[in-house]
């Protein structure tokens, strides 16, 4: 994959929304790709690996789940076993769209890079600060996407050293962003994607803080994607405007499923719309370049003026503001060729209107 491509990069997050069931997710793939997504992405993940015993639910998820119990019995339900993963990864290629997964503990980042081999790995934003998984990545051998929901610059900047093996960003005290190492920088630019998140299920608008988008570009000089757990499909857009290049949006066949992703996510007509507009905006950004669009011409030689007679002139007679003006339409001269004729004679005989 190009990373800089013009084309914004559309994700399918299923996540957990497969709800344990193969035959579900294989579905979800199908319909994704019906709806215009690039990609499709679950997670990998073995629950005795992710949580203790003793971890709670997150407050989102006892909410969305409406079942308080502990994390680890919750991940149980969601949890995929080695099989399942060649069988979708095979799906996925059947309907020509890319199998992403995000890893969430070294034994299924081993599996998955071993086994799977996809061609992208996705660091979500739970992991950002687990060195044992990010010592483990090679940017060379994976397109790496990096979440960064619940994190601060200065995590951020050590989880891009981490992958990257070598110091390459670094941040001051008034919390400006350096580039340290231009040569590396320059390698895992092609090859890493720093995706703006905000980790709760559903994100209220106050917290979506898009403007990371832009402020992101600036400072890391990345590629740089959004994750996006907003209601609706504004969010998305308005990140693709800022510059986002990878939109990752959580997909649902049903909301009224159980689990605790569906109700932030969209289903297949809200999907297929937001990436309808993602397409639209796309062609409406143009090329940032400022020039006569070709349906402009037709409208140009109508709408804009002409140099003409304001008054009856006389040849010989001094060209001034007096009797020289501009009027539609747009097919004579320039008006700003009157600073090169003003006071001087006229050549000829012009009746009033007349173009000059």
């Known amino acids: 994959?190009?990373?800089?491509?013009?084309?914004?990069?559309?994700?399918?997050?299923?996540?957990?929304?497969?709800?344990?069931?193969?035959?579900?997710?294989?579905k979800m793939i199908r319909e994704a790709k019906r709806c215009g997504a690039d990609a499709v992405k679950f997670q990998s993940f073995k629950a005795k690996n992710l949580a203790t015993d003793f971890a709670n639910q997150a407050p989102y998820q006892i909410k969305n789940t409406k079942i308080k119990e502990k994390q680890i019995k919750m991940l149980k339900k969601y949890e995929l076993i080695d099989k399942s993963y060649y069988t979708l990864k095979k799906e996925c290629k059947k309907n020509k769209i890319e199998f992403i997964s995000s890893v969430f503990d070294e034994e299924s980042y081993n599996f998955l890079l071993n086994k799977i081999k996809p061609k992208i790995i996705k660091i979500p934003s739970g992991e950002i600060t687990n060195y044992f998984i990010l010592k483990k990545l090679n940017y060379k051998n994976n397109y790496i996407f990096l979440s960064t929901g619940m994190s601060n610059?200065?995590?951020?900047?050590?989880?891009?050293?981490?992958?990257?093996?070598?110091?390459?960003?670094?941040?001051?005290?008034?919390?400006?962003?350096?580039?340290?190492?231009?040569?590396?920088?320059?390698?895992?630019?092609?090859?890493?994607?720093?995706?703006?998140?905000?980790?709760?299920?559903?994100?209220?608008?106050?917290?979506?803080?898009?403007?990371?988008?832009?402020?992101?570009?600036?400072?890391?000089?990345?590629?740089?994607?959004?994750?996006?757990?907003?209601?609706?499909?504004?969010?998305?857009?308005?990140?693709i405007s800022k510059g986002a290049k990878i939109i990752e949006k959580h997909f649902t066949l049903d909301k009224n499923l159980s689990g605790p992703d569906h109700i932030a996510s969209l289903n297949s007509k809200e999907f297929k719309e937001m990436v309808k507009k993602i397409r639209i905006s796309e062609r409406m950004f143009g090329s940032g370049i400022k020039k006569l669009e070709k349906c402009e011409i037709k409208n140009s030689k109508i709408a804009r003026k002409s140099l003409v007679a304001k008054t009856k002139i006389n040849k010989g007679e001094l060209i001034t503001y007096k009797n020289v003006t501009a009027k539609r339409p747009g097919n004579g001269k320039n008006p700003f060729v009157f600073i090169k004729m003003i006071n001087k004679k006229s050549k000829k005989n012009y009746l009033k209107d007349q173009f000059i």
Do not use: R, W
């Open 1 to 26: 994959m190009n990373l800089n491509s013009k084309k914004t990069y559309v994700i399918a997050e299923i996540g957990v929304n497969h709800n344990g069931s193969v035959n579900l997710a294989k």
């Open 153 to 239: 610059n200065a995590e951020i900047i050590n989880a891009l050293n981490t992958i990257a093996k070598k110091k390459v960003f670094s941040l001051n005290k008034n919390n400006q962003i350096s580039i340290l190492d231009e040569k590396i920088h320059k390698k895992i630019k092609k090859k890493i994607c720093l995706m703006h998140c905000i980790t709760d299920y559903p994100v209220k608008d106050d917290y979506a803080n898009i403007n990371c988008v832009s402020n992101f570009i600036k400072d890391f000089k990345l590629v740089i994607g959004y994750s996006d757990h907003t209601i609706g499909n504004l969010g998305p857009i308005i990140a």
